[in-house]
């Protein structure tokens, strides 16, 4: 059983950059798919990046919004993963999630993910 916890979400003006990490204290990550998601206000949730096991070390982009902006990355030794967005826009603004599955997601709402944390809060803002 995994329990992911996220961080590094804040308050950031437009054009600035955050980065979020998912994390585990007990069970290695690097066995996992790890998917990064995010809920705006009044929308449903969406799958925006997701890497593979680090044996695949195959990164995925869901959302064309976030091409060039968003990446994924793995720090095995940290036991975590990363979501580092840059050029943040006011659209960005959720809960963002992290989850880990033996898979990406096959649906942007990422039902078929087995692990969630309980999210990060990134508000856009000027």
């Known amino acids: 059983q995994l329990q992911l916890v996220e961080s590094g979400g804040g308050l950031v003006q437009p054009g600035g950059s955050l980065r979020l990490s998912c994390t585990e204290s007990?069970?290695?990550?690097?066995?996992?798919?790890i998917g990064w998601f995010r809920q705006a206000p009044g929308k449903e949730r969406e799958v925006v990046l997701c890497?593979?096991?680090?044996?695949?070390?195959?990164?995925?982009t869901y959302q064309d919004s976030v091409k060039g902006r968003f990446f994924i990355s793995r720090d095995n030794a940290k036991n975590t993963v990363y979501l580092q967005m840059n050029d943040l826009m006011l659209e960005d603004t959720g809960v963002y999630y992290c989850?880990?599955?033996?898979?990406?997601?096959?649906?942007?709402?990422?039902?078929?993910?087995?692990?969630w944390g309980k999210g990060t809060l990134v508000t856009v803002s000027s």
């Open positions: 989850a880990a599955a033996w898979g990406c997601p096959t649906s942007p709402l990422g039902d078929d993910m087995d692990y």
């Open positions: 890497t593979l096991d680090s044996s695949r070390n195959t990164n995925y």
């Open positions: 007990v069970v290695t990550l690097s066995y996992y798919a």
